[in-house]
T-cell receptor, first 113, second 112 residues
């Protein structure tokens, strides 16, 4: 059963700490999206990659957020330093060349205290 | 740019009632349209889709028709169940999936 895997599922950290969230795309999926979900803003696109190259990261605060794909099986989203306003659920979604459907991971629920 | 507007919730219904959740969009070209569903504590799952004008997407009793003339993709179900309680997201993607734009979501609460 192919699925997008995100780790960790939950993260509680103190303000100022570095946070790294990981996403394992479905094998063969070459487009990867990072979304942030909050009650106030809904789903916000932070960044997306195609064939490991970043195509758009305009939704991401550049001073503290970074997104990378070190290889085809791993995408990372890093926040340094974290702030309480970063508390949200972060989703990774992937699409393959032959799909018209985005597959979502179960998300990482981040709480910054 | 692309945008999706859907009705605010929560929508509260009794079991077996008729459901409509409105969705309108703004996009250039010929986008594909989707409805995703999110159950508590989970990621989004595709519910149905339509890739061209007048297409009807359907799944699990839900339906939506791609109306280019009114730029709409309203979600309907004839008889909702308690298990349909979830948040529903309307979304669009342009050709090539360079972007996937979501509405803010509509929470549906179905009581027995």
């Amino acid at each position: 059963d192919a699925r997008v895997t995100q780790t960790p599922r939950h993260k509680v950290t103190e303000m100022g700490q570095e946070v790294t969230m990981r996403c394992q795309p479905i094998l063969g999926h070459n487009t990867v999206f990072w979304y942030r979900q909050t009650m106030m803003q809904g789903l916000e696109l932070l960044a997306y990659f195609r064939n490991r190259a970043p195509l758009d990261d305009s939704g991401m605060p550049k001073d503290r957020f970074s997104a990378e794909m070190p290889d085809a099986t791993l995408a990372t989203l890093k926040i340094q330093p974290s702030e309480p306003r970063d508390s949200a659920v972060y989703f990774c979604a992937t699409i393959g060349d032959t799909n018209t459907e985005a597959f979502f991971g179960q998300g990482t629920r981040l709480t910054v205290v | 740019g692309n945008s999706v507007t859907q009705m605010e919730g929560p929508v509260t219904l009794s079991e077996e009632a008729f459901l409509t959740i409105n969705c309108t969009y703004t996009a250039t070209g010929y986008p594909s349209l989707f409805w995703y569903v999110q159950y508590p504590g989970e990621g989004l799952q595709l519910l149905l889709k339509a890739t061209k004008a007048d297409d009807k997407g359907s799944n699990k009793g839900f339906e939506a028709t791609y109306r280019k003339e009114t730029t709409s993709f309203h979600l309907e179900k004839g008889s909702v169940q308690v298990s349909d309680s979830a948040v529903y997201f309307c979304a669009l993607s342009d050709s090539g999936y360079s972007t996937l734009t979501f509405g803010k979501g509509t929470m549906l609460l179905v009581s027995p």
